[in-house]
């Protein structure tokens, strides 16, 4: 089993930025390759990014390349989404994820989940 906490959403105005954090506990964390997934209201929960489980392979959505970066820290059990020029679209319930799998961009993909942090986005 591997734990996952999410933490750092939040309201942030269009063009500003934020810092997503994930925590994970239990099995080796990095046995493992990490996804951001993020879920808005009466839509699917959709790939963000992920990193293999050495970190020198990343893969993003359209929608966030360049502006999005992900990146983990084996030594601390941590990933994160650094998020810059954010905008409205963005807005979500965001979800970290463990895998099995490199490069997996569908959830089914994914062994392991956390509970999510809302970031919303303003006009």
């Known amino acids: 089993q591997v734990q996952l906490v999410e933490s750092g959403g939040g309201l942030v105005q269009a063009g500003g930025s934020l810092r997503l954090s994930c925590a994970a506990s239990?099995?080796?964390?990095?046995?493992?390759?990490m996804g951001w997934f993020r879920q808005a209201p009466g839509k699917e929960r959709e790939f963000v990014a992920a990193i293999r489980w050495s970190g020198d392979n990343r893969y993003y959505a359209d929608s966030v390349k360049g502006r999005f970066t992900i990146s983990r820290d084996n030594g601390k059990n941590m990933m994160y989404l650094q998020m810059n020029d954010l905008k409205p679209e963005d807005t979500a319930v965001y979800h970290c994820?463990?895998?099995?799998?490199?490069?997996?961009?569908?959830?089914?993909?994914?062994?392991?989940w956390g509970q999510g942090t809302q970031v919303t986005v303003s006009s």
């Open positions: 994820a463990a895998s099995r799998l490199v490069g997996v961009r569908s959830p089914s993909g994914y062994d392991y």
């Open positions: 239990g099995r080796t964390f990095s046995n493992y390759a």
